[in-house]
C-alpha cells in the first residue's frame, strides 16, 4: 500500500451554500469546477525529470494544456536553448485504444493515472530516449530528433528498455522477454514459454505494490547478459472478484496473495546474449522468500541480489556469478520488526558498493568492498537518510536528500545533503533551508535536477552544479499573473506547524485557517489523515488546491503525522508494529484535544477525511469515544487485515496466525456499535488492491445493526478516482457532506 494521497466523493450533490454563495460574489474564491478542469492550477510541472548521461540536455515530461490527463515528453539543452517538444503524444497515436488489463494493472501499482507518455528511458550513452507510448514503442534518437516506432502490434510491450550501450530495446509482449537489434531491426525472443501462471521478466504484484519494485529484468553494463526473473502464480489463491462497471460486472478471478496465505514463486535466471545460454541463479533452498532487488557491479561481472525472508526480519545481500548462477551472501541485515527495502544500493568502478542500513536506529549510508565488509559510515546522527541520490567518483561526493538541519531531525523539510566516500565529514547542505527538495543527480554527480517548493512556491524544476549554482530553469513555475492559481493566491489559508509530544516521540502537525481567518470567532475543523506507514504528510510545501476548497468552505484543516507515518527514526515507524490502529488513532486523539485546547475551534464539529490507509484511519478514529468526531469520510479502507496483501500487512502485522490478537483489535467491523458521528463510505467497485471485500462487510454490519450512513461506490475505478469528471463530483460530494454535518447547514450551527 504506497502511499497516495487520494480524494473520493458519495453522490451526486450541489457545493456547499457557503462555497457557492461566496464564489457567485467573488471571482477570486476557488471551486471545485475550476480544481478540476482545464489547464492545471498546478501551472506548468515537470514531471519525471532527468539528466542525460553527459549531463548536456534534461529530459521531462508536461501535460498537455488542452488536456491535464495527456502527457508529452520535452527536452530542453543544458546551456543556451529553449525547451522543445520531442515527443508529441496525440501527433503519433491521435485516437489511443484501450489498454491491456496487465497494462493497466500494471500502471495502477505505479500510481500512474495520465495517458500519453508516462515514462521514458535513457540509454547509458544518452544517443537515444525510449519511450512506450498507448502500448507500442518510439524511440527518439537525440542526434537531429527523429523519432521512430519500433513495434505496432495488437498486445502491448510493456516495460521497455534501452540496453546500456544503447544496441538493444527490449520489452514485455504475452509474458515473455523480447530484445530487438537496433541495427537491423530482428526480434529474438529470450523466453517463449510465458503463459497463464507463468510470466518472465515482468515484477509480480507483490513486488509492484508493496516493494517499490516495478521491473523484472536487468541489463548487465557490457550488454553481454540480462538477468531476469521467472513468475509462478499457481500457489496463489484465486479470490474471485466482481469488476464492476457503468456497462455491466464481471468476474475477475484474481491471484491475490493475502497475508499469510501462498504468495508467487519467484526465480531468477540469467541469460547469455553471447554465448546463448541461460542460468539458474541459486536464491537457496526455501522458495518462500522475496526477490528484493537485482544490481549489478560496474563490470557486469557480478550480480548483486537482495534477498528478504517472508517474515522480512533479514535481509541478505548475494553475490552472484553471472556464468554459473553460483551464489554466496556477502552481508546480512536484520531487525526484531522488519528491514525496509531501499534504493540505496549503489556499486562503484572500484568494485566498493554503498548500501544503507538502520541497525544505529537511524536510515544511514555505508561503504562496503566488494567482499561485503563494511568499510566505514558515510552518514551518521540523530537523523535518517530520506535517499541516496548520486556519487562523483572522481571527487568522492556522495549525494543524499534528508530532513534535518544542524544534525538534527526536521521531518517537515527537505534538502540535498552531500557527504564524501573518502573521509568522515559533516554533511555540507547543497541547497537551501525553508522548504521541500528533491533531486536527480546525473550519471557522474557533477550536476543535477532539482525540484523544490514551499508554502509560497508552487513545484518548479532547475538545473544546477553540483555545489547547488543555479545553472538554469526547465519550469520555473512563476506565480505571476498568467499563473491560472493567481486569481485564487489571495484567498489561500495562511499554514503554521507545530509539534506535540507522545510516548518520547514528536509528533509534527499543520494547520490551515481559512481567508479573513478572525481568531475571536469558532470554526468547525477537518482533519485530514493517512496515519499510515508512508513519506508524511506535514511538510513545508505548495499546498494543493483540494486544500484551498476546505479552507474556501469554512473549515480549518489539520494534519497531523501520528507514530508510524513518516520516513523518521526505526523507532517511530516501529510503534505500530503488530498493532495497527492503536498507536496511530491514539496520537490523533492527541491532535484532537489540543484543537479542543485552542479557542477559535468549536469542539462540537470536527470532522475527519482519509483514503486508503487513511480510510481505515477515519473509520478507527469514527469508533474512538476519545475522538468524539461528529462526521468522517471513509475511501476505499481496509477494514480486515487478513484481506490485504503477504508483503506489507506481514511486514506490519505479522501472520494472522501469529498475531491474532492484533488482528482482531484492527477489526474495524467489531467496533461499529460505537460511531461518535455520520459516516460516508466510498470504494472504487473494481478495486483490485483494497478490494471491496473490505467495504462490503462494513455495509453489511451497518445495515444489520440499523445504523444509518452514507455511501458512494465508483463504477469502473479502481483504488484511486480518476479523471476530472469523476473527481469534481467527488469534491462536490465532499463538500456537501461536510456541509451537512460540521458546516453550515449542520445541527450544531444551526444551533
Not at 38 to 60: I, K, M, Q, Y
Not at 401 to 414: D, V
Request: aromatic share 8%; glycine share 8%; net charge negative.
Amino acid at each position: 500500500m504506497r502511499n497516495k494521497l487520494l480524494v473520493s466523493t458519495l453522490f451526486l450533490a450541489a457545493l456547499s451554500p457557503f462555497t457557492a454563495a461566496s464564489a457567485q460574489t467573488d471571482p477570486a474564491v476557488l471551486t471545485p469546477e475550476r480544481v478540476f478542469a482545464n489547464p492545471s492550477l498546478a501551472g506548468p510541472v515537470a514531471r519525471g525529470v532527468t539528466l542525460s548521461p553527459d549531463g548536456e540536455l534534461v529530459a521531462f515530461l508536461r501535460s498537455r494544456e488542452d488536456d491535464v490527463d495527456v502527457l508529452d515528453l520535452w527536452a530542453a539543452p543544458t546551456g543556451e536553448g529553449e525547451p522543445f517538444k520531442l515527443i508529441d503524444a496525440r501527433a503519433l497515436v491521435p485516437d489511443a485504444g484501450e489498454l491491456s488489463e496487465a497494462e493497466k494493472a500494471r500502471r495502477e501499482r505505479m500510481r500512474i493515472s495520465q495517458r500519453g507518455v508516462v515514462e521514458y528511458s535513457w540509454d547509458q550513452q544518452g544517443r537515444y530516449i525510449l519511450a512506450p507510448l498507448e502500448g507500442d514503442i518510439f524511440l527518439a534518437e537525440r542526434a537531429g530528433g527523429a523519432v521512430r516506432r519500433l513495434t505496432e502490434t495488437e498486445a502491448d510491450e510493456i516495460d521497455a528498455k534501452v540496453s546500456p550501450k544503447g544496441s538493444y530495446v527490449s520489452f514485455v509482449r504475452d509474458q515473455d522477454l523480447v530484445v530487438v537489434d537496433l541495427a537491423s531491426g530482428a526480434e529474438t525472443p529470450i523466453t517463449d514459454d510465458g503463459d497463464g501462471l507463468i510470466t518472465w521478466a515482468t515484477a509480480e504484484f507483490i513486488a509492484q505494490e508493496e516493494m517499490d519494485r516495478d521491473t523484472g529484468y536487468w541489463w548487465s553494463p557490457d550488454e553481454r547478459f540480462i538477468a531476469l526473473q521467472r513468475t509462478d502464480e499457481s500457489s496463489v489463491d484465486v479470490i474471485p472478484r466482481l469488476d464492476i462497471t457503468g456497462g455491466g460486472a464481471t468476474t475477475v478471478q484474481q491471484r491475490y496473495p493475502r497475508a499469510g496465505r501462498p504468495n508467487a514463486v519467484v526465480e531468477l535466471y540469467v541469460r547469455d546474449l553471447v554465448g546463448g545460454g541461460r542460468v539458474k541463479v541459486d536464491l537457496g533452498e526455501n522458495t518462500d522468500i522475496y526477490l528484493a532487488r537485482v544490481n549489478w557491479s560496474a563490470d557486469g561481472r557480478t550480480l548483486y541480489v537482495q534477498r528478504q525472508s517472508r517474515d522480512q526480519k533479514r535481509l541478505d545481500l548475494m553475490s552472484v556469478d553471472p556464468a554459473t548462477g553460483v551464489s554466496r551472501v556477502i552481508a546480512t541485515q536484520r531487525s526484531d520488526a522488519w528491514v525496509p527495502l531501499t534504493n540505496d544500493f549503489k556499486a562503484l568502478d572500484n568494485g566498493d558498493f554503498i548500501w544503507s542500513s538502520e541497525e544505529t536506529g537511524w536510515r544511514h549510508l555505508y561503504l562496503h568492498n566488494r567482499e561485503g565488509r563494511r568499510l566505514r559510515a558515510i552518514t551518521r546522527g540523530p537523523w535518517p537518510v530520506k535517499s541516496l541520490n548520486g556519487v562523483n567518483q572522481q571527487t568522492g561526493e556522495v549525494f543524499f536528500t534528508a530532513s534535518m538541519r544542524a544534525g538534527r531531525e526536521l521531518p517537515i523539510e527537505q534538502q540535498l545533503f552531500r557527504a564524501s566516500l573518502r573521509r568522515a565529514i559533516e554533511p555540507v547542505a547543497v541547497t537551501p533551508a525553508g522548504g521541500w527538495w528533491s533531486a536527480s543527480v546525473n550519471q557522474t554527480g557533477t550536476a543535477f535536477v532539482g525540484n523544490y517548493s514551499d508554502l509560497d512556491t508552487p513545484a518548479q524544476s532547475g538545473l544546477y552544479r553540483a555545489d547547488g549554482t543555479f545553472v538554469r530553469w526547465i519550469e520555473q513555475n512563476r506565480l505571476d499573473e498568467d499563473h491560472p492559481m493567481r486569481p485564487y493566491v489571495s484567498r489561500r489559508g495562511e499554514v503554521t506547524f507545530g509539534t506535540l509530544p507522545s510516548h518520547g516521540e514528536t509528533l509534527v502537525w499543520q494547520m490551515t485557517t481559512p481567508p479573513g481567518f478572525d481568531p475571536s470567532k469558532q470554526y468547525p475543523v477537518v482533519m485530514q489523515v493517512y496515519g499510515g506507514p508512508s513519506g508524511g504528510g506535514v511538510r513545508r510545501s505548495w499546498q494543493g488546491a483540494t486544500n484551498q476548497l476546505l479552507t474556501e468552505a469554512g473549515y480549518i484543516v489539520f494534519r497531523l503525522d501520528n507514530r508510524g507515518e513518516g520516513d523518521r527514526s526505526a523507532a517511530f515507524k516501529q510503534a505500530l508494529y503488530l498493532k495497527m490502529g492503536q498507536p496511530e488513532v491514539e496520537d490523533q486523539v492527541l491532535g484532537a484535544n489540543y484543537l479542543r485546547s485552542l479557542p477559535f475551534v468549536d469542539d462540537s464539529r470536527i470532522a475527519a477525511m482519509g483514503w486508503s490507509y487513511g480510510g481505515f484511519m477515519t473509520l478507527h478514529m469514527l469508533t474512538e469515544p476519545k475522538m468524539a468526531l461528529t462526521s468522517a469520510i471513509s475511501g476505499a479502507p481496509v477494514t480486515d487485515w487478513s484481506l490485504y496483501d503477504t508483503h506489507y500487512t506481514e511486514r506490519f502485522m505479522s501472520t494472522p496466525q501469529a498475531n491474532a490478537e492484533g488482528y482482531a483489535a484492527s477489526d474495524v467491523v467489531d467496533q461499529l456499535d460505537r460511531l461518535t458521528g455520520r459516516l460516508l463510505l466510498m470504494h472504487g467497485m473494481a478495486d483490485d488492491n483494497v478490494i471491496l471485500e473490505n467495504s462490503t462487510r462494513t455495509i453489511d454490519a451497518l445495515q444489520a445493526s440499523s445504523t444509518p450512513f452514507e455511501l458512494m461506490l465508483y463504477p469502473g475505478q479502481r483504488h484511486g478516482i480518476r479523471g476530472n469528471e469523476r473527481q469534481l463530483q467527488q469534491w462536490r460530494t465532499y463538500l456537501d457532506f461536510l456541509d451537512r454535518t460540521i458546516g453550515t447547514r449542520s445541527p450544531a450551527a444551526r444551533d
